[in-house]
């Protein structure tokens, strides 16, 4: 089998949630013996190989989307799966033309769909090729739900087994280490963060810088003595070891949340608000507080390219209270931090890399389009049938 993957986010090196997603699929495919190519976004046009993974990362491939659809025709894959890092739609569409029968969508992170009420740029035209995809997946129900009541069509949850091998380290410890937050912007709540810095100044609080942390975000960070940046590290482990819990008070609508899987599998206790697929996450774990969400995002950028988000007013007295609670009852920390890990241990378990190479196997091979301008031969019968019908036509003549 082969399987081209096309993405408007870096691959190489991976940066994101959903890139590490997919490609702990393409890994299982191509340690499986399939052949598995990526056609990505990148810095500049390059080429590289990743656990048998062969990159194109092509610079500004939005608008050289024709790259893409040369892949296709030099490739011929089985199966094209566009991920919905594709705020434009643009390659979504490029690769509908070029495949039109062999389309998979993988659907990560809602903001960036054609449809639904959260998207950015919602697009009728587009929202029907997802549609009328031989098959869209999602990696959590909370999101099969979404895709099905916006789109009406039914979607795969396939979870990837992003999270390493067991056993995981057991890093919780109360009274030391920082509140961490992963990503810190607009929509991942920076406001609820530096409100609560602010709220325990005794405390020390961390921001992971990620994709959507801003030039404005670092200084706010800087300006307060009990906060630090931590930057990019090649193991979240690295950072998670340096916390005493996990602060997830986004304000845009989750597609799942992967990093509090992440926190909990390792024993910390997570502290997220009911933002769309965290609710998931958690897994029925405590602490997980009402935020006010970001309803209106701009028609214009920050320096991430991202849209600037209208950030609401937020009630930050339930926040500070269930913090507090983690700061400073032990029995109760402890108590959190072992459910969660129980609750992330029982969630992996069940997880398994194949289950997408299954999936992409049980769609079979895509029906051959037939040369424009060829005629179906007509057999004995069907002769003898259209003969009968244009004789009727003709009133028996």
Request: aromatic share 8%; net charge neutral; hydrophobic share 45%.
């Amino acid at each position: 089998m082969k399987v081209l993957l096309t993405s408007n986010a870096s691959y190489d090196p991976p940066k994101g949630g959903s890139t590490r997603s997919n490609l702990a699929w393409l890994k299982h495919l191509a340690g499986a013996g399939h052949q598995v190519r990526v056609v990505s976004a990148a810095d500049s046009d390059a080429e590289s190989v990743m656990d048998g993974i062969s990159i194109r990362g092509v610079r500004n491939l939005s608008f050289r989307a024709d790259e893409l659809a040369s892949e296709i025709r030099a490739f011929a894959p089985d199966h094209v799966l566009v991920s919905s890092e594709d705020l434009s739609h643009i390659l979504l569409r490029k690769a509908a033309s070029a495949a039109p029968d062999r389309l998979v969508y993988v659907a990560h992170t809602p903001q960036w769909f054609p449809f639904g009420p959260e998207s950015w740029n919602p697009e009728p035209a587009a929202a029907d090729l997802v549609r009328k995809a031989r098959a869209v997946v999602v990696i959590g129900r909370h999101m099969a739900a979404y895709v099905e009541t916006h789109l009406g069509r039914r979607a795969s949850i396939i979870h990837p087994p992003i999270y390493g091998t067991p056993p995981y380290r057991k890093l919780g410890r109360f009274g030391d280490g920082s509140v961490l937050l992963v990503n810190p912007c607009a929509a991942k709540g920076i406001s609820i963060f530096l409100a609560l810095a602010e709220r325990f100044p005794q405390v020390e609080f961390a921001g992971l810088a990620g994709w959507g942390t801003t030039a404005a975000d670092r200084a706010a960070m800087l300006a307060r003595p009990n906060v630090s940046i931590l930057e990019t590290v090649p193991d979240i482990e690295d950072a998670l070891a340096q916390a005493r819990l996990l602060l997830m008070p986004s304000l845009w609508y989750e597609g799942f949340g992967l990093i509090a899987m992440e926190a909990m599998l390792r024993g910390l206790p997570v502290l997220a608000s009911t933002s769309g697929g965290l609710v998931d996450a958690k897994r029925g774990t405590g602490y997980v507080v009402d935020a006010n969400p970001i309803r209106q995002w701009l028609r214009e950028f920050d320096d991430t390219r991202m849209p600037v988000a209208v950030v609401p007013d937020q009630d930050i007295e339930p926040w500070a209270r269930a913090l507090r609670t983690l700061l400073e009852d032990e029995t109760e920390y402890w108590r959190e931090a072992e459910t969660s890990r129980t609750a992330g241990l029982e969630f992996v378990s069940h997880l398994d890399a194949g289950e997408f190479e299954n999936l992409l196997l049980g769609l079979g091979e895509a029906p051959s389009p037939r040369p424009a301008g060829t005629v179906k031969r007509l057999g004995p019968k069907e002769i003898e049938l259209l003969r009968r019908k244009l004789k009727e036509r003709r009133g028996g003549e």
